[in-house]
């Protein structure tokens, strides 16, 4: 079951597209780290794809690899880029950013170790540097996303009728 919150406006009014979007004054630390995030998997993603073949050697990392996951990377960056540039952040968009980060850390993770692709121990450090950076990302992003939902909480006024015992409450 999904729970949707709304947020009121300055007119006192709630409208269904005010659902889920969180306050601009509210979001910066997410916005930020949205963009940073966002601008630092763009830089990423044109290094495997410039330096596909000179790192593939020294990484055992293939061309038939790298280049995929480098244009994932500038797909994901300019995801982010979006997201981050909305006036307000939708928090469905922030969790989904987390969750994508922390899942693509676990896949850099397991493809380290599986040994799907014959990998150098160069190349294992590379991808294990690669999730610690994606999980760190979602850990801040996380952090972020609960302090400003937080804060949203806390800045909206409680309505008359809407307390424990109440049918709005339910």
Do not use: C, K, Q
């Amino acid at each position: 079951m999904t729970s949707v919150t709304s947020v009121t406006s300055v007119t006192g009014t709630t409208s269904a597209t005010d659902t889920d979007r969180l306050p601009a004054a509210e979001d910066g630390a997410l916005r930020t780290i949205l963009r940073i995030d966002g601008w630092s998997t763009a830089a990423f993603g044109a290094v495997l794809l410039a330096a596909a073949a000179p790192l593939s050697g020294p990484l055992g990392l293939p061309t038939a690899w790298s280049v995929p996951f480098g244009v994932a990377m500038f797909g994901g960056a300019a995801a982010l880029n979006l997201i981050a540039g909305y006036p307000r952040i939708r928090a469905r968009h922030a969790a989904l950013v987390v969750a994508g980060n922390a899942l693509s850390g676990a896949l850099l993770i397991l493809i380290a170790f599986s040994g799907v692709i014959g990998l150098t121990a160069w190349g294992v450090a590379f991808l294990l540097v690669g999730a610690a950076v994606v999980v760190t990302y979602a850990a801040l992003e996380l952090r972020a996303l609960r302090r400003a939902r937080a804060a949203n909480a806390l800045a909206r006024p409680v309505r008359a009728g809407a307390g424990p015992g109440s049918r709005r409450a339910r």
